[in-house]
């Protein structure tokens, strides 16, 4: 596979509260979260969705379940729901945490795509020259949208755009969606904060991780775009392109 990632802090975000992980090894997980909270507690909340996750999946997934669609689904929806507990017990312990709480959207790739989503990240899926956003984005404005009571372009400039309707940590029962996928050769597999996909559309992501020598360039190209039509908000990106 060939792999890019990189997070930025944006140019008016004095701290990352995005945090990221990507294997190194056989394992195959890929994870983004956007951490929300005053004082470096959405730095906190999203660092600790991303050890849980992978360390619960490294403890339960061994490379045999591969053929095992529901055991992985429900393994990785275990590790959430692990990880929320995680923020959820700290936010009530530490008062400087109270509230705070992060999007989770990752990709694990054996057989098949196995993708574990809540928040407003998103996951995308480049395959035949057409990108299809793979998620649904857990927001006020994204429910607005999908029950027609505003348009596309009222979406992009709503007052309520970062109002998130599901997070990890910020309650103590949550709903996870996980979506499993045939892999295709030559798919390419995007995750990303909203601080990409609020400045730069899915057609310029298709784009220019297609046109790209790597995905890592294409995804430091992608960061430039956005910090070039403001950087609002921190950024994060993963491309992982399928070459088997």
Known sequence: MDIGAISHTGLIR???QDSYFVSEDKMNLFIVADGMGGHKAGEVASSI????VKKYIE?????KNGEYDEA??????EAIVDANTKIFNKSMEEEKYQGMGTTLTMAFIQSKLFIGHIG??????????????ITQDHSLVAELLRNGTITEKEAKTHPQKNIITRALGTEENIQIDIYTIELLAEDIIVLCS???????????IKECLTNSNSMQSGCEHLVDLANERGGYDNI???????NQ
């Open 14 to 16: 004095d701290i990352n």
């Open 49 to 52: 969705a991303i050890d849980s």
């Open 59 to 63: 403890e339960h997934i061994s490379q």
């Open 72 to 77: 992985v689904s429900r393994i990785i929806e």
């Open 120 to 133: 407003d990240s998103r996951a995308y899926l480049i395959r035949n020259n057409e990108i299809k956003q």
């Open 194 to 204: 909203d601080g990409l996909s609020n400045l730069v559309e899915q057609m310029e």
């Open 236 to 242: 994060t990106i993963i491309g992982i392109k399928n």
